[in-house]
Nanobody
Framework: VQLVESGGGLVQAGGSLRLSCAAS????????MGWFRQAPGKEREFVAR????????THANAVKNRFAISRDNANNMLYLQMNSLKPDDTAVYYC???????????????????WGQGTQVTVAS
């Protein structure tokens, strides 16, 4: 499956952005999906995940109650709504597809076989 992120940019602290991830190539609804981020000099970290049906989601503690992951299986799209952004949220954000729909170890990047190229999010203080 091919993944292409969009929607990143520069925003003031307290602002909002909505990231999108367009999927193609295989049956999108078969995959659990995740968002990860990587800041300069840091390891890639888990942000959020969603089950293939969209009924189950998990968000990292750092973004809980501020970010929301969602998906539109009819249109092969994944989203990340980001509100109340903070400078610490500055990173390159990646969407990723996981063939394992069980949800086990969803926070581990190595569980995801397919990755987008990333989109830069910069939050100014």
């Amino acid at each position: 499956v091919q993944l292409v992120e969009s929607g990143g940019g520069l925003v003031q602290a307290g602002g909002s952005l909505r990231l999108s991830c367009a999927a193609s190539g295989r049956t999108f609804s078969n995959y659990a999906m995740g968002w990860f981020r990587q800041a300069p000099g840091k390891e890639r970290e888990f942000v959020a995940r969603i089950s293939p049906s969209g009924r189950s989601t998990t968000h990292a503690n750092a973004v809980k109650n501020r970010f929301a992951i969602s998906r539109d299986n009819a249109n092969n799209m994944l989203y990340l709504q980001m509100n109340s952004l903070k400078p610490d949220d500055t990173a390159v954000y990646y969407c990723a597809a996981n063939e394992d729909a069980s949800g086990s170890s969803y926070w581990v990047p190595q569980k995801y076989a397919y990755w987008g190229q990333g989109t830069q999010v910069t939050v100014a203080s």
